[in-house]
């Protein structure tokens, strides 16, 4: 194996500057740590479930300059931190000088065999650094100190037990104001370094602007985007896939726009989920809903709009929420921008109308927002979960009468899809029982939905309907 750094790659390790070297471009962060010596971080499942390779990365925060983000190390490629900062459970603390949530963890059970134990102190500790995390009166999803138990939602432990280990989530503290981890938040993020790493694998390719990007896909059409690697490193991992170039955008400018209003929400397509959610701060219900069910908070801090678009697949679960929401998407490429609606954008199995030389690089959503919105998944676990049915509501009833209606659907075709059978079907008549009930059996016949492991076809249909009635006698938004 013949590798070449094209530039001089390196990255801050628990403090220490230290060099990529010549590995392979597909080297994962896990896979990298544990052939230095830093074994904490673990392989459970090599897809993003377990949380056994929770690690921190030091990213430009929402409500800080600089927030401490648990990610999986078995998805990222190492070659997409470069010029970045990160630590490992074991540059938490000691075993002569406990980190405080290895220290909780310790003194209350939380851990037995320990093999999920530093996923879950790494996991823990990012919430731990929360800017904006204060006491309350805690409910059964957080804690009196303010934790977020969806933070450790995408760790899992086998043998321990989850009581103590959110006994010890709930008895944190805030850090003190020596805590060097807490403090090092005042300062900005590292900036994305331009990166570029060849071996026989293949390249990985940072460039420093949207226009480097763009010039790629032009030259490259075998090329793979690539921001969160949520997706692509599990084909890496599992599928063994090797693309022969790899194009990291996740940290360009150009695709993290945010704006709100009057007309019109603009979301970069590499922001991350995570980043959306908290600038969104609940401003858009029916996002709202949906992300707490999108994978884990440790999937949601890598993941982006753009890459579950990107993919094409029919169980995305951004797809139904934002047909809803008749969202639109900006593609860009040397030959300039266009507009599609993303009722238009998807044509068949994985299969869009973006061409090989066009990236996401804005969602639009119009302003004003129906009134009444949802987002049901069903699925085999309330969170962490691929869904069997996905489905997005926005309904605006006017003076009892169904005025507008959109309904996106997911898990039921080939692509995700807009219920217009549905929406006829409601559009112009009274917001009644009656009515629904009608209409919900004729979303019980959307779609060409199939058996597999997941769910039956038969399954499948019949939630459609009892979706449809669900949404009316829950009275969402009402």
């Known amino acids: 194996m013949t590798t070449q750094a094209l530039r001089t790659s390196a990255l801050t390790v628990n403090g220490a500057v230290t060099a990529i070297g010549d590995v392979p471009v597909h080297t994962t962060v896990l896979d990298w740590l544990r052939d230095r010596g830093l074994t904490g971080a673990k392989e459970g499942c090599a897809e993003g479930e377990c949380g056994a390779c929770s690690v921190l990365v030091a990213r430009p925060g929402t409500d800080a300059p600089t927030e401490w983000t648990a990610v999986n190390a078995c998805l990222l490629p190492i070659a997409s931190l470069d010029g970045q900062e990160l630590i490992t459970s074991e540059g938490l603390g000691s075993p002569s000088e406990l980190h405080p949530v290895q220290k909780e963890m310790a003194v209350r059970g939380g851990s037995q065999c320990g093999f999920c134990t530093p996923g879950f102190i790494c996991s823990m500790a990012a919430e731990y650094y929360r800017p904006g995390r204060a006491a309350g009166d805690g409910d059964h999803e957080h804690g009196p100190n303010g934790f977020d138990l969806h933070s450790l939602s995408g760790n899992l432990c086998r043998c321990t037990g989850y009581r103590p280990i959110r006994d010890a989530a709930y008895a944190l503290e805030d850090p003190t104001e020596n805590d060097a981890l807490a403090v090092r938040r005042n300062s900005p993020a590292p900036a994305p370094a331009p990166t570029g790493l060849v071996s026989d694998e293949g390249e990985f390719v940072r460039p420093a602007s949207l226009d480097g990007v763009l010039d790629l896909l032009a030259e490259r059409p075998e090329a793979q985007i690539v921001a969160g690697s949520t997706d692509l490193g599990v084909q890496v991992n599992i599928f063994g896939s090797r693309p022969p170039l790899t194009i990291a955008v996740d940290r360009l400018e150009e695709l993290r726009e945010f704006s709100f209003g009057p007309g019109e929400i603009r979301l970069g397509a590499a922001l991350t989920l995570t980043e959306i959610e908290r600038r969104l701060a609940g401003r858009v219900p029916l996002l709202a809903q949906l992300f707490p069910q999108f994978a884990s908070r440790l999937i949601r801090n890598g993941a982006t709009i753009g890459g579950n678009l990107g993919t094409g697949s029919p169980i995305g679960d951004t797809p139904p929420a934002l047909l809803a929401l008749d969202a639109s998407l900006v593609l860009a490429s040397r030959r300039g921008e266009r507009v599609v609606g993303l009722a238009e954008y998807f044509t068949g199995y994985r299969q869009t109308v973006k061409a090989v030389d ?42 009892g009468v169904v005025r507008d209606v959109r309904i996106g659907l997911g898990g039921v075709a080939a692509t995700p899809l807009r219920a217009r059978e549905t929406e006829a079907a409601l559009t112009g008549k009274p917001w009644t029982e009656e009515t629904v009930r ?9 779609g060409t939905p199939m058996d597999d492991h997941r769910a039956s076809s038969a399954y499948r249909s019949a939630m459609l309907g009892q979706s449809l009635l669900r949404f009316y006698f829950e009275g969402v938004g009402a």
Do not use: C, N, Q, W
């Open 438 to 446: 009608v209409a919900a059996g004729v979303m019980a016949a959307a």
């Open 358 to 399: 066009e990236l996401i690089r804005t969602i639009v959503i119009p302003l004003p927002l129906a009134p009444m919105t949802a987002f049901h998944k069903v699925a085999k676990r309330r969170f962490d979960d691929i869904s069997s049915v996905a489905i997005g509501y926005a309904v605006e009833v006017v003076d």
